[in-house]
């Protein structure tokens, strides 16, 4: 049962375009979300979150939007440069008192080329 | 100086063998987290430690045994080992059970079990 979707398992995008990557959820108690990015032979790091209250948050080139009534989030890196390709997690975190582990989706392998 | 580590990085193995991976955070983190990312590339909560004593047990095989010897110290002991454990194994921290910033995760441990 896949809480978190991400149905894209690869993006490839020119370098200074715009790169958008999606996420969907169904467990409509999910009210933090986050994106992680790793790098081959490294870990995920975490890269950008958003509250349920909220509908964006930007930090620098990085934005994620979220769309509660579709369930629906998406992050936005704009330019996008060579060094974001990586593979991109969404995460997801319901308030449930002292049992909330991040439930990821299966990642997109983004491809920004020169 | 990394804030999570984990060792061994790769680990090749028989099955039927009894194997460890050790993980060490320095962050002061009080939450530790082991994930798995299997051949589908999900990452799926195994277990969950906040200062010593465990909070998430997933439904993974008893043949998975976590160990926390301190808050600093998550370690994951694995008997018997089986073709279907062959995987990624991703340990991680976090501050808080519900961190607004995420976990920090270790690099990685990729198990082979022939």
């Known amino acids: 049962d896949q809480q978190v979707k991400q149905n894209s398992p690869s993006l490839s995008v020119q370098e200074g375009r715009i790169s958008i990557l999606n996420c969907d959820y169904t467990?409509?108690?999910?009210?933090?979300f986050l994106w992680y990015k790793k790098y081959p032979a490294e870990g995920p790091t975490f890269l950008i979150s958003?509250?349920?209250?909220?509908d964006k948050n930007e930090d620098g080139r990085f934005t994620v939007f979220l769309n509660k009534s579709a369930k629906h989030l998406s992050l936005h890196i704009v330019p996008s440069q060579p060094g974001d390709s990586a593979v991109y997690f969404c995460?997801?975190?319901?308030?449930?008192?002292?049992?909330?582990?991040?439930?990821f989706g299966k990642g997109t392998r983004l491809s920004v080329i020169a | 100086d990394t804030a999570v580590s984990q060792t061994p990085k790769y680990l090749v193995t028989q099955m039927g063998n009894d194997k460890s991976i050790k993980c060490e955070q320095n962050?002061?983190?009080?939450?530790m987290y082991w994930y798995k990312q299997d051949s589908k590339k999900f990452l799926k909560i195994m277990f969950s430690?906040?200062?010593?004593?465990?909070?998430i047990n997933e439904t993974v095989p008893n043949r998975f045994s976590p160990k926390s010897p301190d808050k600093a110290h998550l370690n994951l002991h694995i008997n018997s080992l089986e073709l279907g454990d062959s995987a990624v194994y991703f340990c991680?921290?976090?501050?808080?059970?519900?961190?607004?910033?995420?976990?920090?995760f270790g690099s990685g441990t990729r198990l082979t079990v022939v």
């Open positions: 991680a921290s976090s501050q808080e059970r519900r961190p607004n910033y995420g976990y920090t």
């Open positions: 467990n409509s108690m999910f009210d933090y």
């Open positions: 958003i509250s349920s209250i909220k």
């Open positions: 995460a997801a975190s319901a308030p449930i008192s002292g049992n909330t582990p991040l439930v």
């Open positions: 962050l002061g983190h009080d939450t």
């Open positions: 430690y906040n200062n010593k004593e465990l909070i």
